[in-house]
């Protein structure tokens, strides 16, 4: 019970002894009775004891008074059963608009989800595209100019015409710019094309005789030339856990901070040195972070872990 409920009990046991006392505070029995006219236990004892002590009160005034009390006894409790009922509608109206609110906001993170993987499936599928275009432009439009590129070789030591030397130089270097300008589309398709986290994704999906987790925390795609790095020294890595060691489990955190992208590569074996230094492969991934102005450590307590940093800003 509560420290007001307490006091109104308190209150109205007092007004029902002062009524003994002074019979003109019995019309306040009405308002008593409608406030405690409820379905629990004490306030239906409350109500038992209001009631008796109105009989006991019933020589002091007429019939016909008692009559018009009766009737506010009444409505009395038709009023407090009529606000017992609209505080329950009340209370179940503003639960069913948090239950709809509440399902409004499911339905638009659903959505939200919803529109967020589609756009990602359409920029895998542009990527793959791209990758497509790169490879066909290579395989044919390549080929045809390096065909033509050695048919004008050919032509240009077997010509003895001067007046054609001219024509032919010309028609090599043109051949030599087209060449330079596919190679470098078909370059930059590719670079564009390679999505880091589906990448990182593949080589989970090969190592299938470890147990391999990802945890890619990136806003947004780094640099291609981190995305090669960070790619061959996973790769590298998982090669070496692979062929080298015990280990059961190998985890790729790849996560990007404000200022560098942070790429830990760990494994529970157990076959270390503490003062390993690593073989080639190692040294490989350590010189490549480093001509990327990055940091390169590696920890063997509680398995293998390679720590790499990779500054942002660092790569024109």
């Avoid at 008692?66 to 009444?74: M, Q, T």
């Avoid at 009529?82 to 509608?89: A, D, I, N, P, S």
């Avoid at 959505?111 to 275009?133: F, G, M, P, S, V």
């Amino acid at each position: 019970m509560s420290n007001s409920s307490r006091l109104s009990y308190v209150l109205f046991a007092g007004l029902i002894i002062l009524s003994f006392l002074l019979p003109d505070l019995f019309y306040f029995y009405p308002y008593i009775l409608y406030e405690i006219q409820s379905k629990t236990t004490q306030k239906k004892q409350l109500f038992v004891l209001v009631s008796a002590c109105a009989m006991l009160h019933f020589y002091l005034f007429p019939i016909s008074l008692w009559l018009y009390f009766l009737l506010l006894f009444v409505l009395a409790s038709q009023l407090q059963n009529t606000t017992e009922k609209k505080e329950y509608w009340e209370q179940k109206y503003r639960q069913t608009r948090n239950e709809n609110y509440e399902h409004s906001y499911d339905l638009m993170e659903k959505n939200k989800a919803l529109r967020q993987n589609q756009d990602y499936e359409i920029h895998l599928a542009t990527l793959k595209e791209r990758n497509r275009i790169a490879r066909e432009i290579h395989d044919n439009v390549g080929h045809l100019l390096s065909r033509s590129l050695l048919q004008t070789g050919a032509l240009q030591v077997m010509n003895h015409d001067k007046a054609l030397d001219a024509p032919l130089l010309t028609l090599k270097e043109s051949l030599d710019t087209a060449m330079t300008s596919i190679r470098n589309s078909v370059h930059d398709l590719h670079d564009e094309s390679i999505h880091l986290q589906t990448a990182l994704s593949d080589l989970q999906k090969e190592a299938s005789d470890l147990t391999v987790s990802l945890h890619y925390k990136m806003q947004t795609e780094p640099p291609k030339e981190f995305k090669y790095a960070i790619l061959a020294i996973t790769k590298e890595a998982l090669t070496n856990t692979r062929r080298h060691s015990n280990a059961e489990r190998f985890d790729i955190h790849l996560t990007e901070h404000p200022a560098f992208y942070q790429l830990i590569l760990k494994d529970n074996g157990t076959m270390i040195s503490k003062n390993f230094s690593g073989g080639i492969g190692l040294e490989n991934m350590r010189e490549r972070v480093k001509q990327l102005g990055g940091e390169f450590h590696i920890v063997t307590t509680d398995g293998f872990r390679i720590q790499i940093i990779l500054w942002k800003g660092e790569t024109s």
